[in-house]
């Protein structure tokens, strides 16, 4: 089957498109269906990013370039890669290890808005996965501003086969919005912008602030020391309803206390630095985003 033949809605998610196709196929399950592409995936996340899926499903349609942009989130990524990814001999399964998600205080399940359901259906007959709604951390709709919503029973996988209009109960993905999460959620916006316009700027956003925090040194002692004196700035710069908003661990305390997030990112033993969700990049660049120009 040659997927170029079949268009993406506009802005629609890859993952959406792969269930639309199915429904569409007359295969009578979805595994193999997706056989017939060389994919074999149960787990059709909006947080998973970087996959063998994603590739597979890329190299089917058209355009490289225009893909990665116009149906999925993976220019934002850029930001935690700390390199330009939607170049054409990079294979997004380098990346797997990315697709880290679990300490996150928004909902990561798929997200829709009310108005797109509405206009999808009237304009193409079905609704479909918005690839903006899945943007990490953002809580409104990029083209109507009205809260996104989440099911009630959470969509966590469309292996599920279930498209938004399928949804039976929907509610706000967020109940009180205030000033500090719209600030952020423009700068989340801005981010995503520069990351599609000029990808270099934001691959380099990474490395401009491991420089400026002082963290480009070897010895984790040291990374340590300056973590915890930058994280209490860091976390006062962010406000508390933005940062429990942002990181879940913020909003329960463990037996280690609380969570200090820039020792988590720059001096953990167990993980490579670096290896995260953009969220935290966008979290510092925020923080520091006049030094960076980024106002
Ligand atoms: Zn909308």
């Given at each position: ?11 629609e998610?890859l ?34 990013v ?11 349609l ?31 399964q ?14 990561t ?7 797109c ?7 193409y007959?079905?609704?479909y ?7 990490p ?9 009205c ?11 469309l ?12 509610s ?15 700068f ?34 040291k ?5 915890e004196?930058h994280?209490?700035h860091?976390e ?13 661990d ?9 969570t ?17 969700n ?18």
């Amino acid at each position: 089957m040659n997927l170029a033949l079949f268009r993406a809605f506009p802005n629609e998610h890859l993952f959406s498109l792969l269930l639309r196709l199915y429904k569409l196929s007359g295969y009578g399950d979805f595994i193999t269906f997706q056989k017939n592409l060389g994919i074999q995936d149960r787990f059709l996340h909006a947080t998973k990013v970087f996959s063998s899926t994603t590739e597979k499903l890329i190299t089917h349609l058209e355009d490289r370039d225009e893909t990665i942009k116009a149906h999925s989130v993976i220019p934002l990524w850029q930001m935690s890669v700390g390199q330009i990814i939607d170049v054409e001999d990079i294979s997004l399964q380098l990346f797997n290890h990315m697709n880290e998600q679990q300490l996150f205080g928004f909902d990561t399940s798929w997200h829709s808005c009310k108005k797109c359901r509405q206009d999808d259906l009237v304009t193409y007959g079905t609704s479909y996965w918005h690839a903006k709604h899945q943007l990490p951390s953002v809580f409104e709709c990029y083209k109507h501003h009205c809260t996104l919503d989440k099911g009630v029973e959470p969509i966590k996988n469309l292996f599920t086969e279930i498209l938004p209009h399928q949804v039976v109960a929907w509610s706000p993905v967020l109940s009180r919005i205030s000033g500090d999460l719209k600030c952020w959620q423009s700068f989340v916006w801005k981010i995503d912008v520069v990351s599609h316009d000029q990808p270099s700027i934001v691959a380099d956003i990474k490395h401009r602030l491991i420089k400026l925090l002082g963290l480009n040194i070897q010895s984790l002692p040291k990374r340590k020391a300056i973590c915890e004196l930058h994280n209490p700035h860091f976390e006062s710069a962010l406000g508390p309803v933005l940062i429990k908003y942002i990181f879940r661990d913020y909003t329960r305390s463990t037996q280690r206390g609380k969570t200090n997030i820039l020792s988590s990112m720059f001096a953990n033993i167990h993980k490579a630095q670096g290896v995260r969700n953009p969220i935290y990049w966008v979290a510092l660049a925020y923080w520091q985003r006049t030094k960076l120009g980024l106002n």
